[in-house]
């Protein structure tokens, strides 16, 4: 009888450190996922931010250039470049026929025109002689220096041919390759080469739609928060705003895109693909992350303080914009900055209103067309080649940058000022 | 122009409030008694001049177009024209008038194109008139009420009042919108699909109406095996399914870990990171789940000999599971934070160990809770876009094979409207249909779990 018992009890406490275990497998699988996806990203990631160039000899020949004698910089400018750039890159290799040739000049970008021409406009006296210029290397290229590629494949799978693998492993044993800072990633817009590409079109484009949102959704909400904290009565109809608020905030966010398709382009003739439609479609998605955030800081404001500005004489009104909302904004802002943060990371709703489409220009104000970061990283995600799997995981790294940056900064908000009541 | 005339009267506000407030000192200089704050004074001042010209602001906005059309038009009526070519002419004309005309300018084009510019900017100088002087007229108005010092405090709250009332519309409005953007379509489009083929028709294929030739008209006949949305509805519950399988065991795990066993400190650290995983944008998820999981996925399955997709609902529903992880271990972890003490030390005083408290006893006790946080996950799941364009495939199988590839509403949505729409398409209004059906199930759902939340927060609080 005893011993059935101490086993019973053996067994419940074996019953009790299984399930101690599942809680913190559970607890470990999470985290696991999260470090793993962190580390991919970084992993393949991080090349991006290097990008490779070739160091080729440029004679700049003024014949070739059709340049006359002591040319000013005007016809610098219009100056044909296109001959000695490919007489610079077929010079890599003196005995090319011309199939090979025409393989040397794939080797660089076709911006590598317009590296040579930018070269001799910073130093017009370069006429005649002989440069060494950095031009930027095709995708596929820049793939190989930094080890993604599998060289080891079947040529006729590849990209790069044998031959234009056999100059490029000359270049580099003669030092004539070298790997910098990606500069062009942050200043340049997006590109079909995958070696040009930049997120400046799409980060800009973000910077607009968040601030379109950020200047509808904020005033409307926190003034809808004050109404329905402080001034509204209860009833039916308060209720029934209330049940919309939580309801809109658990809608799907392609509903949302929906909303903007359907009336803001199609009712309202907004134009297409801009900032102004995307950060107004997520300023009604932010709307009531934001409210619900304002409220609760109104509510966390004391009583007291309500009751001793009424027995000073101050009327409602005048209690409630003088003590409660100021007391009551470093929470709101902090809600404030996380709904923002989650719409600079929304998608779903931006594809609908045509933010996809591809942008090759730095959008200049809220009315011109743009991506977005999320965007840019589906764009780039969909795209065949090599090179672009890294610029999504940079992109990745960039926009994760920003979120954890505005999060962050919600959390200083809220714990420097923000009044501790007891 | 508008703007110049905006910053203007924006100036003129200020202007107003400043001699409002004079007003009020001069008032007092007379040894009268004010009835409020002086500044009261300046911002009646400025009420009346912001409010006419609000007024007259989105009157215009409203009507000016509508005014210029018929003024324009009026020219051509009387001549036969149909109702299209009507509209094509006013487009015309406006076209020419910006210079952005590209085509043959017939001298009845360029006539209307003139008319319109000179009525535009006949409009434009009536709007400055009026606008000026009707709050010319309001300012004028409100001065003679301060100066014989009337109240002032009441009605510039009543005007306050008001206009955080309107604000807080701005969340019906938004329901009011989707709704409204949603019904016209899909109402549209069930006069050409028959409701019963959306619901139960097996076949989901809206490539083959883009196919058809624009110049013929309709013919329901051919899209009666088109849009079938069972392989839709199916494939996305499917995912969502997938996704809870994933998210439901190490959620609540993590959830009750957190709320009963972990100490100060492990919570401390563990419930932000977790959270973390909320707060990643979902198309990186997308992305994770097309470039890492799918091959990985792939390659485990054909090391085993099986056959499966690179783009397969288990590889989207098990990364969309990841995602929903924290959304149901922080719900669950506050709800069984909230049920009370006295139920945990009865249990215990009984002699019951921990686990079997948690399993018994707090459980119970929590679960309304936890199903209304499950339910909140699967709506999430089941609105979810990215992850699923991205990882999953974009064409509707009706199948039951977790290594195959589905598709979900969302997806199907994207796919239909990602590029030009045109309005009017069945394939464009069968995408709205999709979305009023997510709207619709999402609605119910969430309705359902803050209702279940909502009293399980009431019962314990």
Redesign the interface.
């Known amino acids: 009888m005893n011993k059935n018992k101490e086993q019973l009890l053996k067994k419940r406490y074996k019953a009790e450190q299984r399930f101690r275990l599942y809680g913190q497998s559970a607890i470990f699988m999470a985290l696991l996922f999260l470090t793993f996806f962190i580390f991919k990203i970084f992993s393949t990631g991080h090349s991006a931010f290097q990008k490779t160039w070739l160091i080729v000899p440029v004679t700049f020949d003024a014949e070739l250039m059709m340049l006359e004698q002591n040319p000013s910089n005007v016809d610098i400018q219009d100056a044909d470049y296109y001959d000695i750039a490919l007489k610079s890159m077929a010079d890599l290799d003196l005995n090319a026929n011309e199939d090979q040739e025409n393989e040397l000049k794939r080797m660089v970008s076709y911006f590598f025109e317009k590296e040579i021409k930018n070269e001799l406009l910073n130093d017009p006296s370069l006429i005649g002689k002989t440069k060494e210029v950095y031009l930027t290397a095709s995708d596929d290229l820049d793939q190989v220096f930094k080890g993604n590629y599998p060289r080891d494949l079947p040529e006729d799978q590849r990209r790069v041919s044998d031959y234009q693998l056999k100059i490029f492993d000359q270049l580099v044993a003669n030092g004539k390759v070298e790997s910098k800072f990606n500069i062009s990633f942050f200043t340049n817009p997006d590109s079909r080469e995958a070696e040009l590409a930049g997120i400046a079109s799409s980060f800009m484009g973000s910077i607009f739609s968040i601030l379109v949102c950020l200047m509808i959704a904020f005033p409307v909400a926190v003034l809808a928060a004050i109404y329905l904290e402080e001034f509204a009565p209860k009833n039916r109809f308060t209720d029934f705003i209330e049940v919309n608020i939580n309801n809109l905030a658990a809608v799907p966010s392609i509903v949302f895109g929906l909303l903007g398709l359907g009336v803001l382009l199609a009712i309202f003739q907004l134009p297409r693909s801009t900032p102004l439609v995307g950060g107004i479609t997520l300023s009604l998605m932010t709307l009531p992350t934001i409210i619900i955030a304002a409220r609760a800081s109104l509510k966390a404001v004391p009583p007291s303080i309500r009751e001793a500005a009424l027995a000073m004489g101050a009327s409602r009104m005048q209690t409630t914009m003088h003590h409660t909302v100021p007391l009551s904004m470093p929470g709101t802002l902090s809600g404030t900055i996380i709904g923002l943060a989650q719409a600079l990371g929304e998608t779903a709703p931006l594809i609908l209103i045509g933010m996809v489409a591809f942008v090759n220009t730095i959008p200049g104000s809220p009315m011109d067309p743009a991506a977005s970061l999320p965007v840019q990283i589906y764009i780039w995600a969909e795209s065949a080649e090599r090179g672009f799997v890294e610029k999504v995981s940079a992109c990745i790294m960039v926009l994760l940058g920003f979120l954890i940056t505005m999060n962050l900064f919600a959390q200083i908000i809220r714990h420097k000022f923000e009044k501790k009541w007891s | 122009m508008n703007l110049i005339l905006f910053t203007f009267i924006v100036l003129l506000g200020f202007t107003s409030y400043y001699f409002g407030r004079k007003k009020a000192y001069t008032i007092q200089s007379t040894k009268k008694r004010l009835t409020a704050l002086p500044q009261f004074y300046g911002y009646y001042l400025a009420i009346w001049c912001a409010i006419p010209a609000f007024i007259i602001f989105s009157l215009w906005a409203i009507f000016e177009p509508t005014i210029v059309k018929l003024l324009i038009l009026s020219d051509y009526l009387n001549q036969g024209y149909l109702d299209d070519e009507l509209n094509l002419i006013y487009e015309k004309t406006k076209a020419l008038s910006r210079g952005q005309f590209t085509g043959e300018i017939t001298p009845f084009i360029k006539a209307s194109a003139e008319k319109y510019l000179s009525l535009r900017s006949i409009a434009q100088s009536s709007k400055v008139v009026i606008v000026l002087s009707a709050i010319i007229a309001s300012v004028a108005y409100a001065y003679k009420k301060i100066s014989s010092n009337s109240r002032t405090?009441e009605p510039v709250?009543k005007f306050?009042?008001a206009?955080?009332?309107t604000?807080?519309?701005?969340?019906?409005l938004?329901?009011v919108?989707?709704v409204?953007?949603?019904i016209?379509?899909t109402i549209d489009f069930f006069k050409v699909i028959p409701l019963f083929d959306f619901v139960f028709g097996t076949h989901w294929y809206p490539a083959k109406a883009f196919v058809r030739d624009s110049s013929e008209a309709l013919d329901p006949t051919m899209y009666s095996d088109t849009f079938g949305a069972v392989p839709i509805f199916a494939g996305t519950f499917f995912i969502a399914f997938i996704a809870m399988c994933v998210a439901i065991?190490?959620?609540?795990?993590?959830g009750?870990?957190?709320a009963?066993?972990?100490s100060y400190k492990v919570r401390q650290y563990?419930k932000p990171?977790?959270e973390?995983?909320a707060?990643?944008?979902?198309?990186?998820y997308?992305?994770?789940a097309?470039?890492?999981v799918g091959p990985f996925l792939k390659e485990l399955g054909t090391s085993m000999g099986l056959e499966v997709s690179a783009e397969s609902a288990l590889a989207a529903g098990g990364v969309m599971g990841?995602m929903i992880?924290?959304f149901i271990?922080s719900l669950s972890d506050d709800v069984i934070t909230s049920v009370p003490q006295s139920l945990r030390d009865g249990s215990y005083a009984m002699g019951a160990?921990?686990?079997?408290t948690?399993?018994r006893v707090i459980f119970p006790a929590a679960l309304p809770g936890i199903v209304g946080s499950i339910l909140?996950g699967v709506?999430?799941a089941?609105?979810?876009?990215?992850i699923v364009?991205?990882a999953s495939g974009l064409a509707a199988n009706l199948t039951l094979n977790p290594l195959e590839s589905t598709s979900t509403i969302?997806a199907q949505?994207?796919v239909i409207?990602?590029?030009d729409?045109a309005?009017g398409d069945p394939k464009t209004q069968a995408?709205?249909a999709l979305?009023m059906s997510?709207?619709l199930v999402?609605?119910c759902l969430?309705?359902v779990?803050?209702k279940v939340v909502k009293k399980y927060r009431e019962k314990y609080e």
């Open positions: 405090r709250e306050l009042n206009v955080l009332f604000a807080s519309l701005a969340a019906i938004t329901t919108g989707i409204f953007s949603l016209f379509q065991p190490i959620g609540l795990m993590s009750i870990y957190l009963e066993y972990a563990a990171l977790i973390i995983l707060g990643i944008p979902t198309v990186v997308g992305f994770f097309a470039l890492t990841i992880i924290p271990s160990t921990k686990s079997e948690i399993k909140l709506s999430r089941i609105g979810e876009t990215m364009v991205m969302t949505i994207v409207l990602i590029g729409q309005f995408a709205f979305g997510l709207f999402t609605l969430n309705i779990a803050l």
